[in-house]
């Protein structure tokens, strides 16, 4: 009987240890993102990273614990095979055992309604599995540790209100990221990882390193133990390996406002890393997501693979972006332009590596971006994530499509409009939206393919118009007793003007609008049939988006009086005296006094004065 009970107790030992096994070969990491639906609801998706080399992800629902009231179920709606080794088509195609092979697992939940106002400290959302590989170089002990999958959602008070919104009907979309994380790398080699975060709602991004957590419901959660033993000093802000493990080794810098993270290590490993994404809104912190995965860094031999060159092209009459330096590193590139302005460019890629058969590697273009229509085709001014009309991609090879051999062109465009200023409220009334796109050219290079990454910046700019020059403007009554004027137009290049408009005022009252002037060129104007007394004049010009301009100068109509001294019939001096034409004052206009003996019929000038006054 004892002897059976051993035998039991030892197939529930191994049993036991081979599930901890198997649990701790499979789960690579992921993240938690939120959407606010049109209907007020949210939904929030769960995606999973998965060894291709492990046992399979066979669960078809997950589940988010929260502090914001019940749990919440996804359901799973996709599975992607991502880091494909060798262009393997599927993850059962990669060789065993593959470092960095990795299928995607992506969770969704239906529409959900949250109650309430988050707290100060957020609203979390969870998730958590044990457990990690068991080959993790940066921690200890690492198959016995597991994950914490993350995200916060923060009050948020609108400017002028006194308290935070009620979480119903939603206001926020989470930062989210345009692609799966392409996380393997060449021991010895420069290496680049993009998160390529977005955010739907445009709010401020920022980056940084942030604590893998391995258990616990918190927060508090329980921290990831890091490996310290010499000469180890990994941490969650220096996870990837630096000059303590290898003299030649370039520490890893990560740039808080793109998440770029750029690195060479000659140590081999898995990194474990976690990057966090704050979003803000008016300088508040209204959410925060956290992306859990590791970094593989494996030997590829000594033969060089260059990557691809990136190279742009400008065309005459388009702006041009201007590379932007960060710690002396470019870091993106940026352009500025005014709403209805097109935006047009060219990238150039060059690679003259070849495979092992001496035929040349093939380069593909990749391009993501908010505004920018998706993959395969570009093509679609209808499809983007943001406002369209979207930005697209054009092929400029010999055979078409977005992979070839030796070089790649495409060409980029993209016709801003009013509707990419005013996408949305929440930019602080700064008239301007920045709209950010990810390209990218990689070889087919085995193991690793090489690449070249560029970010662009486009930031949109309303058009503020300017108001016609009425500084000299000639004012006059018209025999019929019409008053016409003139102006100069303003400087203009077609982007910011719609129409003038004239306003009026009559005797000292309100100002308001009498007429509109839609030609840009026009340059007078006459006031048929006005009130009697004093009639001032301003103009402003309608342009840009919905945008007016500040007033012009202020004119009025000449108004004169006669006053005979002394008494008639016995007169011999005419007082006369008059209004300036600005209502500011004279500013040194010249007035000019002309004559008429009573019934001759003939003008004659007889004399000029910046005065108001003038004795005859």
Known sequence: MKRLQRRIFGVLFILFFLAQSSNASHLLGGEIVWECLPTGKYRFTLTLY???????????????????????????????????????????????????????????????????????????????????????????????????????MYPYTPPGATAPLSANPCYDNSPDFLEAPDVTVCSGFDAEYLSLGFDKDLDSLYYDWDQPK????????????????????????????GTAQNASNVPALLDNQLGRIQFKSYTTGSFATCIR?????????????????????????????????????????????????VNNKLSYYEMTVYAKTPVKFKMTSQDFDLKPDFTPQTITFVGQGGNLS????????????????????????????????????????????????????????????????????????????????????????????????????????????DISFDWVPPADTGIQFDSYVIFRSNAGGAFTGIDTIPGYLTTTYTDASPPAGLNQYFMRTLGGCSLVSV??????????????????????????????????????????????????????????????????
């Open 50 to 152: 998965r060894d291709c080399t492990g046992i399979p992800l066979t669960q078809t629902t997950q589940t988010l614990s929260t502090n914001a009231g019940s749990t919440i179920t996804c359901t799973r709606i996709a599975t992607n095979y991502i880091n494909k080794e060798c262009n393997a088509p599927t993850c059962a195609g990669a060789t065993v055992p593959y470092i960095g092979a990795i299928e995607q697992h992506i969770y969704r939940s239906g529409p959900i309604t949250l109650t309430g106002t988050p707290p100060a400290s957020g609203w979390h959302f969870q998730w958590s599995s044990c457990c990690r590989p068991g080959t993790v170089t940066n921690l200890q002990n690492s198959g016995s540790q597991g994950y914490v999958l993350r995200a916060f």
């Open 277 to 325: 994404i704050e979003e803000y809104r008016y300088g508040q912190l209204i959410g925060a997501v956290f992306r859990d995965i590791p970094i593989f860094v494996k030997s590829c031999g000594s033969v060089a693979n260059n990557a691809p060159t990136l190279a742009f092209g400008w065309y005459p009459g388009y702006d041009t972006l201007t590379p932007v330096f």
């Open 551 to 616: 007033p012009s100068d202020t004119i009025q109509s000449i108004e004169l009086s006669l006053t005979a001294v002394p008494p008639p019939p016995n007169s011999s001096v005419a007082v006369l005296s008059w209004n300036a034409k600005n209502p500011s004052g004279p500013y040194g206009e010249t007035y000019q006094i002309w004559r008429e003996i009573c019934g001759s019929g003939n003008w004659e000038l007889v004399d000029s004065t910046k005065s108001l006054l003038y004795n005859d």
């Open 374 to 481: 998706p993959r395969p085709n570009y093509n679609n001014i209808n499809n983007c994530f943001f406002q369209s009309p979207c930005a697209t991609i054009t092929s400029l090879n010999s055979g078409g499509g977005f992979t070839s051999s030796l070089n790649n062109d495409v060409e980029f465009n993209w016709q801003t409009t009013c509707d990419h200023l005013t996408y949305q409220q929440y930019l602080g009334g700064s008239n301007k939206n920045t709209y950010e796109f990810f390209f990218r050219f990689e070889d087919n290079s085995c193991p690793i393919p090489a690449f070249s990454y560029a970010t662009v910046k486009i930031n949109v700019l309303n058009y503020p118009p300017i108001p016609p020059d009425l500084s000299n403007s000639c004012i006059s009554y018209q025999p019929n007793g």
């Open 214 to 241: 391995q258990s616990g419901t918190g927060p508090p959660w329980t921290n990831v133990v890091w490996n310290t033993t010499t000469p180890n000093n990994y941490s969650s802000t220096a996870p990837l390996p």
